[in-house]
């Protein structure tokens, strides 16, 4: 079981991208990772925390997306959604994205790890 992101592909600049993930509620209630969040890590860079949402619904953004992204989650009893909305993409937000949970995920970081998906922005 694990988290399971989708959504990412080729963009050219300007353009938008909706990223989806699967939080199964067995991974979520493990240690209260009631946040969830997306990762992003490009070639030759560290993993940077992009957007991460509270079970209450309180974001957080990385400075070089805000405005342009949009992180939001729908809570259900088996499983949990997120969603990231990128607007107005640029050729430095081409990296491989990777859904997120934990317990203080804006300042502590994420436990557990999906799968990346990669998005890519052409110029």
């Known amino acids: 079981v694990q988290l399971q992101a989708s959504g990412g592909g080729l963009v050219q600049t300007g353009g938008s991208l909706r990223l989806s993930c699967v939080a199964p509620?067995?991974?979520?209630?493990?240690?209260?990772?009631?946040?969830l969040g997306w990762y992003r890590q490009a070639p030759g860079k560290q993993r940077e925390l992009v957007a991460s949402?509270?079970?209450?619904?309180?974001?957080?953004?990385a400075d070089s997306v805000k405005g342009r992204f949009t992180i939001s989650r729908h809570n259900a009893n088996a499983k949990n959604m997120v969603y990231l909305q990128m607007n107005s993409l640029k050729p430095e937000d081409t990296a491989v994205y990777y859904c997120?949970?934990?317990?203080?995920?804006?300042?502590?970081?994420?436990?557990?790890w999906g799968q990346g998906t990669q998005v890519t922005v052409s110029s």
């Open positions: 949402i509270t079970s209450g619904g309180r974001t957080n953004y």
């Open positions: 509620r067995m991974i979520t209630s493990t240690y209260n990772m009631n946040d």
């Open positions: 997120a949970a934990g317990p203080n995920m804006a300042t502590i970081g994420a436990s557990s």
